[in-house]
């Protein structure tokens, strides 16, 4: 390998020096950090066995679980680069994505993708790899930090997933970030409360291993709620809708619990108001998968005006607003490329990532996330930004939740149509004569649907284009539930 800098694995490393310290909780079984650094050598035996390419990509199709764990830290400490694939995917559609990005294995539990014919890519089960036991704990040879480590696929709410590379040093910077600003000690256990083909799960797995404490691996079938009590967890990563879960299924939290990152998008007010008026550490964030997880979060006891921002800009991150509100980061944790099967293509343009996001720092240096910027669109000669509209419904009483599309429309181009989830269960009454005390008339949607739960049930992010398709179907040919003199009301703005 190239020379630079190189660093240990931190699983061998706290194994050493803290032999019995807790590494990996899971119902059924937990795993000490010397324990846990046997598997991680017995099932790198395995895959030095199976005599893959040196850097070899590996496709990982696996709900969370303890096997998971091992081997993703035993692909890594192999020089592997290991490619989680979403449990969502079809297998057929899951295959030929493996395929298309040159993996030299495919690793599944899915009955479908083990029956398939062999073909240029034979799927194996993950008890062909994984030693869940090991003997003795060989010194691995500290890594390369800039060699490649994953291969992670983008959520795809904006258009076709990408294919993002990471170096290892992306996710190590990445860690010690966001242990800077909420740290984490031995003893302290982080619920892998995401799935770990999402940056944001992976990122639990390194931020742990650095500072020596646990990861929680939960039943697959408790409630959240109910995983919080049985793990024993310290911190968990969420996102609105397990956060809404959670307020509706508890007043407390155990006393234990000392952060809740928030993200995956802007949270609803209703639910940040929820939150900190219980008490609980919550964390309000900004990241993405180019950037390997966080960019900015707000720090430890941040009051509620605070939270309704995304935070400080995290050390080994670098961020800027330019001329036209876009935002563009930079910094250790950015990605080598997007890979195209063997291709790798640069993202940053004169050194900086566009994230395709719009906003604004305030005085205090805290980022104020504003909306996509593909997300706009043009009604009557007027911009509307989608999150403005949301953030508005938000707030009224009884809204905890809004997603707003644009439907076509032939006198105005496209309008605004608004999904809502409702804390009395219906629509609230007047919202429209509401919203036109604090939005100009033709941002106000045309009419107000509930928001189904397929749109945002085991989502990172809101399926918009689905929202967008169902808003098409309902609007087209009825009437408009609410009229607007949208024209004249651009005349008077323009």
């Known amino acids: 390998m190239p020379a630079g800098p190189r660093a240990p694995c931190p699983i061998h490393r706290h194994a050493q020096a803290r032999p019995d310290a807790l590494a990996l909780w899971s119902p059924e079984r937990r795993w000490t950090y010397a324990e846990l650094d046997a598997a991680i050598a017995a099932t790198g035996s395995t895959l030095r066995d199976a005599d893959l390419p040196d850097g070899s990509r590996v496709a990982l199709r696996l709900h969370r679980d303890p096997d998971f764990v091992i081997l993703l830290w035993a692909l890594w400490r192999m020089g592997h680069v290991a490619m989680p694939l979403s ?182 007010e209703g639910l940040l108001r929820r939150g900190h008026g219980r008490g609980w550490p919550l964390h309000t964030s900004y990241g993405s998968t180019e950037m390997a997880s966080q960019i900015t979060t707000t720090s430890p006891g941040a009051p509620l005006s605070t939270l309704r921002t995304a935070g400080r800009c995290l050390p080994h991150r670098r961020l800027r607003i330019d001329a036209d509100g876009h935002i563009l980061v930079a910094g250790p944790t950015l990605c080598l490329g997007i890979a195209e099967g063997n291709e790798l293509h640069d993202p940053r343009t004169n050194g900086w990532l566009p994230t395709g996001d719009l906003g604004r720092l305030d005085a205090q240096g805290r980022l104020h996330v504003q909306g996509r910027t593909d997300r706009q669109f043009i009604s009557g000669g007027e911009n509307i930004q989608p999150e403005e509209v949301e953030a508005a419904l938000e707030r009224l009483d009884g809204i905890e939740r809004a997603v707003v599309v644009p439907v076509p429309d032939p006198e105005y181009g496209r309008r605004p149509v608004a999904f809502v989830q409702s804390s009395a269960g219906g629509l609230p009454e007047d919202w429209q004569g509401r919203l036109e005390t604090v939005l100009p008339r033709f941002k106000i949607p045309d009419a107000m649907y509930e928001l189904p739960n397929a749109a945002v049930q085991g989502r990172m992010k809101v399926d918009r284009e689905e929202l967008t398709r169902r808003a098409q179907k309902l609007q087209h040919g009825s009437a408009r539930t609410i009229e607007h003199s949208a024209g004249a009301e651009n005349d008077r703005t323009g």
């Open 87 to 268: 449990t969502r995917l079809p297998a057929a559609e899951a295959r030929r994505t493996a395929q298309r990005m040159g993996a030299s294995c495919l690793v599944t539990r899915d009955a479908a993708l083990l029956g398939m014919e062999p073909g240029a890519l034979k799927p194996e089960p993950p008890d062909r790899f994984v030693e869940r036991e090991g003997r003795g704990t060989p010194n691995p040879t500290p890594q390369p930090t800039h060699r490649r480590a994953t291969l992670v696929f983008t959520s795809g709410s904006t258009g076709t997933p990408k294919a993002v590379l990471h170096s290892w040093a992306n996710h190590l910077y990445s860690a010690k970030g966001s242990n800077a600003n909420l740290p984490l000690h031995s003893g302290d256990r982080w619920l892998l409360s995401l799935p770990l083909y999402h940056v944001g799960g992976l990122a639990i797995l390194v931020r742990c291993a650095l500072a020596g404490a646990a990861v929680a691996v939960p039943d697959q079938d408790a409630s959240l709620s109910a995983t919080l009590d049985a793990t024993g967890a310290t911190h968990a990563s969420l996102v609105a809708t397990q956060l809404r879960r959670l307020l509706e299924a508890r007043e407390a939290l155990p006393r234990r619990v000392r952060g809740l990152l928030l993200g995956g998008g802007p949270l609803p």
